[in-house]
C-alpha cells in the first residue's frame, strides 16, 4: 500500500489546515486509517484515526477542533485542523492498519498497529 500525505504549511494559529492522505489498493475502504503526528523531541502520538465502518477516534487535545473524514471514491483520507494552536506543530503522517478488522474491533491506538506510512507533511503553527 502507498500512503502520501499533503497539505500541511505554515498558518498563524487559530488558523486552519486540511490534510490529504492518499493510499492504493482500497486501502481507505478496506483498513483502519490513522493520523499521527511527531514533535522535536517527542513520541509519535495518535491524532485520530477512523475505521472501515467510519468509527473515529481523536486524542482529547484535538477534539471538537478536528475532523478525520474519508472518500472512498478518491481513496483520499483527510484531516480538517481549526483553530490551530502552537502545540499543534509537528510533522503528520498518514497510516494504514492492514487487518480487515469487525465492526466491534477497535482501530490500534499506537503506531505500532499500522503498518503502512507516507513520509509525512509538515504543519508549523506560529502565535
Known amino acids: 500500500v502507498q500512503v502520501t500525505e499533503s497539505g500541511g504549511g505554515s498558518v498563524q494559529a487559530g488558523g486552519s489546515l486540511r490534510l490529504s492522505c492518499a493510499a492504493s489498493d482500497y486501502a481507505v475502504s478496506n483498513f483502519c486509517m490513522g493520523w499521527f503526528r511527531q514533535a522535536p523531541g517527542k513520541e509519535r502520538e495518535l491524532v485520530s484515526s477512523i475505521s472501515r465502518y467510519n468509527q473515529t477516534i481523536y486524542t482529547d487535545s484535538v477534539k471538537e477542533r478536528f475532523i478525520v473524514s474519508k472518500d472512498i471514491a478518491t481513496n483520499t483520507l483527510y484531516l480538517q485542523m481549526n483553530s490551530l494552536q502552537s502545540e499543534d506543530t509537528a510533522m503528520y503522517y498518514c497510516?494504514?492498519?492492514?487487518?480487515?478488522?469487525?465492526?466491534?474491533?477497535?482501530?490500534?491506538?499506537?503506531?505500532?498497529?499500522?503498518?503502512?506510512w507516507g513520509q509525512g507533511t509538515q504543519v508549523t503553527v506560529s502565535s
Open positions: 497510516a494504514v492498519d492492514h487487518h480487515t478488522r469487525a465492526r466491534w474491533s477497535a482501530c490500534p491506538g499506537v503506531s505500532s498497529g499500522y503498518r503502512y
